[in-house]
């Protein structure tokens, strides 16, 4: 068996996650020496290119493994060059929010989250959208706003960063005008013309460092879930926002949930023309966006 590649990204959590990192590789080669394994080979990355470029040559190689020790945004770099092979992702979360970790089931302790990272593997679906392949959820509307905001965020740590963002964000609430079609899996299409301020397209359920936009959403059923929330105002989404991390905004009556194989969010205004899409926390081009679910895309270290 060839060594497994690992990405370390020592600036997560903006240069704090380093001594957990450090921890996870020292984990994993504790661990790979477990099993009887090669020692794994230290990846340091650089860019989101240069993240990208490496696991290409790796995927190209035949690697059967590389292991991302960072956040979502590490694992999103990496499967725009791993979706559709056969090579297996690994991931040690030490991130931010940790978001596909959480949807996977994968254990935070260093150890046990080695042992997951280098134990069997299964095929999930992925999102495939405007700049290429996604892991848990797209957005556009509010909750891309909020994204970009947290991104640029230095404070608070961790997760709790997207909550004040959120309110942050608050006060620049707008609806805008969309035309969403969503494509069943028997071909047809239903057409949905809304005023809403959030879209939410998940293959997995979290966003925002643990909130359950799309609670229903599973990566093995080759689905996306699409959620809509109407036109409410500051003062309705501010005193429901606590029921996002449980998952029960959906019984909200200006909460939708849509399923299907593919959707297509258009703008039926001119302020909605051009409105950022982000995907697991990350920028994925603008509207109009066609977006679609690609069964067992990906092979991933999981439960």
């Not at 694992?75 to 297996?88: R, S």
Request: charged share 20%; with cysteine; proline share 5%.
């Amino acid at each position: 068996m060839s060594p497994t590649a690992v990405f370390l990204n020592r600036s997560a959590r903006k240069g704090r996650g380093a001594a957990r990192a450090t921890a996870a590789l020292q984990a994993l080669e504790r661990v790979a020496a477990e099993l009887g394994q090669a020692p794994p080979r230290l990846v340091d990355t650089g860019s989101a290119t240069d993240v990208r470029t490496r696991a290409e040559a790796l995927a190209a190689e035949g690697a059967e493994r590389v292991v991302v020790i960072g956040g979502d945004g590490l694992a999103h770099h990496a499967v725009q060059a791993l979706a559709g092979t056969d090579t297996v992702l690994g991931v040690i979360p030490v991130g931010t929010g940790n978001d596909f970790a959480t949807a996977l089931g994968l254990p935070t302790t260093p150890v046990e989250a080695a042992r997951t990272a280098l134990g069997p593997d299964r095929r999930i679906d992925l999102l495939w959208g405007p700049a290429g392949w996604a892991l848990t959820v797209a957005t556009t509307g509010f909750a891309a706003a909020v994204n970009e905001r947290a991104e640029a965020m230095s404070r608070p740590r961790g997760s709790s960063r997207y909550s004040i963002a959120t309110m942050l964000e608050l006060p620049r609430l707008r609806a805008r005008d969309l035309v969403l079609r969503l494509e069943a899996v028997d071909g047809t299409t239903a057409e949905h013309r809304v005023r809403t301020v959030l879209v939410a397209v998940g293959n997995t359920a979290y966003f925002g460092g643990g909130m359950r936009i799309c609670p229903d959403a599973d990566p093995d059923d080759g689905l996306l879930d699409v959620v809509l929330i109407d036109a409410v105002g500051r003062l309705e989404l501010l005193r429901h926002f606590g029921r996002v991390f449980r998952g029960t905004h959906v019984r909200h009556r200006a909460v939708h949930v849509h399923r299907g194989r593919a959707v297509t969010v258009e703008a039926a205004s001119p302020d909605a023309a051009g409105v950022a899409v982000r995907a697991d926390g990350e920028a994925w081009g603008r509207v109009p966006a066609r977006i679609e679910t690609v069964p067992g895309a990906l092979r991933v270290a999981a439960p």
